[in-house]
């Protein structure tokens, strides 16, 4: 059962700090980090049901209480 699994080399672990230190290095030379994006919300968007029963005022509560 032995020469049923191949023999393999020894976990190898990682270091975080080469990893961090690789990101930090990209995010320094980015260059789009710098650029100031304009955005903006349209808050009217049109809606292609104009009246869905969910979208009603509580008038009708206030006139049954």
Aim: proline share 6%.
């Amino acid at each position: 059962m032995s020469n049923y699994f191949p023999n393999r080399n020894p976990a190898q672990g990682f270091s975080v700090t080469s990893i961090a230190s690789k990101v930090k290095e990209r995010l320094v030379n980015d260059p789009y980090r710098n650029i100031k994006q304009k955005v903006m919300l349209n808050r009217t968007i049109p809606s292609s049901i104009e009246s869905h029963w969910a979208n009603r005022t509580y008038e009708e509560y206030k006139d049954a209480a």
